[in-house]
């Protein structure tokens, strides 16, 4: 069982930078990929940046590779989501999720554990 908690989102103009954190208690000792997600208002929800803790293997969506840098803090049990050269684009509700099945997170299916989101929103 996992219980994760995003933080950091919020107003950021065209251009700039937000760090998003997720906090992850439970059962951290046990395998898990997490990932970030984003639903935008009318939009499909899309997986953004994988990391997993078996190796640190890590996945970046076309829409933000190098831009987007996702990591791990082990000894904090907290993944983030360093966002650069934010665009109107990418306001969305982001979410973390997690699932000891990389596959799961990769097509959106069957995820067995997801934060409450914390909206990002790119304005001028």
């Known amino acids: 069982q996992l219980h994760l908690v995003e933080s950091g989102g919020g107003l950021v103009q065209p251009g700039g930078s937000l760090t998003l954190s997720c906090a992850v208690s439970g059962s951290t000792t046990d395998f898990y990929t997490i990932g970030w997600f984003r639903q935008a208002p009318g939009k499909q929800r899309e997986v953004v940046s994988l990391i997993s803790s078996r190796d640190d293997s890590t996945y970046y969506s076309d829409s933000v590779k190098g831009r987007f840098t996702i990591s791990r803090d082990n000894a904090e049990n907290t993944v983030y989501l360093q966002m650069n050269n934010l665009q109107a684009g990418d306001t969305a509700v982001y979410y973390c999720?997690?699932?000891?099945?990389?596959?799961?997170?990769?097509?959106?299916?069957?995820?067995?554990?997801w934060g409450q989101g914390t909206q990002v929103t790119v304005s001028s």
């Open positions: 999720a997690a699932d000891p099945e990389t596959w799961r997170l990769i097509v959106d299916k069957g995820v067995n554990y």
